[in-house]
């Protein structure tokens, strides 16, 4: 087997592009930033009324309750994948709503469905249940293909709930 020379031009573009790599990838002399996280533990949540809150997670995303702290008060509830805590507000006459264009915080969280149907069915089970507000069915993101609607819990924060079908 005959290994043939790189020309002259194509070993400069090499060159070039090794030389360009390494200086994107530092700047400074600077070496490459190291990922101190692994993922996502958990997301904290403060609800209006833990019981709603935690019935529509439960009873309606058909989730597990994982704990809690009754002094707090909190419960936790996770799908397996996802854990998300609810912290009781203290006081729920002195509530301030979210406003998701003028308020710091949490904008959404956005959860994964396996597949259409399964959006389909959770629209039906919204429609039913009581303190949930649907902000929109689901459509298609943008031009797709993900398909996504949005709701509020009973408690009012912003869920997003999405499919997106395996590329072919």
């Known amino acids: 087997m005959r290994i043939r ?4 031009s194509t070993l400069l573009v090499l060159i070039t592009i090794t030389l360009t790599a390494e ?5 400074d002399n600077e070496a490459p930033k190291k990922i101190m996280t692994t993922g996502l533990n958990h997301i904290g949540l403060t609800v209006k009324d833990l019981s709603k809150s935690s019935d529509f997670f439960i ?17 936790f509830v996770t ?3 996802v ?6 507000t203290k006081n729920i006459e002195s509530v301030i709503e979210f406003d998701r264009k003028n308020n710091v915080g949490l904008h959404h969280l956005a959860l994964t469905v396996a597949n259409e149907e399964t959006l389909t069915e959770l629209h ?11 902000e929109f069915p689901p459509e298609l993101n943008g031009k797709g293909p993900t398909i996504h609607m949005i709701i509020r819990e009973p408690s009012g924060n912003r869920l997003e709930f999405a499919f997106t079908p395996p590329k072919k």
């Open 5 to 8: 020379p790189f020309s002259l």
């Open 23 to 27: 200086a994107e990838s530092k700047t």
């Open 59 to 75: 009873e309606t995303l058909g989730w597990k309750r994982a704990g809690g702290y009754p002094d707090y008060p909190a419960i």
């Open 79 to 81: 799908d397996g994948q």
């Open 83 to 88: 854990f998300v805590t609810l912290w009781q």
């Open 124 to 134: 039906q089970r919204f429609k039913k249940t009581q303190g949930v507000i649907i």
